[in-house]
């Protein structure tokens, strides 16, 4: 299972960005995609999570700002983070739990580095 994330960059503040985190490879099903973020010297912190059914459900600081979506057509997640501030400046990970060939997986992307800077 391979995570692919894309969409970061920088983005001055109170810009927009949206990652996407797209899965591949021989799975069965997806269940909870999440997003993650590490801002330097930090530890990664929980952003937004997504279950297969749609539900949402974010940190309280990011509410309002930041939403999360899915297409299970296409495998992918996305994160659409609005209003930016130069705190939310990180390298963003995706995470995804499903279910493949004779065992489930929890997967992490390569992660997206997203600079919020004037």
């Known amino acids: 299972v391979q995570l692919q994330a894309s969409g970061g960059g920088l983005v001055q503040p109170g810009g927009s960005l949206r990652l996407s985190c797209t899965v591949s490879g021989t799975i069965f099903k997806i269940d909870t995609m999440a997003w993650y973020r590490q801002a330097p010297g930090k530890q990664r912190e929980f952003v937004a999570r997504i279950s297969s059914s749609g539900s949402p459900y974010y940190t309280d600081s990011l509410k309002g700002r930041f939403t999360i979506s899915r297409d299970n057509a296409k495998n992918t997640a996305y994160l659409q983070m609005n209003s930016l501030k130069i705190e939310d400046t990180a390298v963003y990970y995706c995470?995804?739990?499903?279910?493949?060939?004779?065992?489930?997986?929890?997967?992490w992307g390569q992660g997206t580095l997203v600079t919020v800077s004037s």
């Open positions: 995470n995804v739990q499903g279910g493949r060939p004779f065992a489930d997986f929890d997967s």
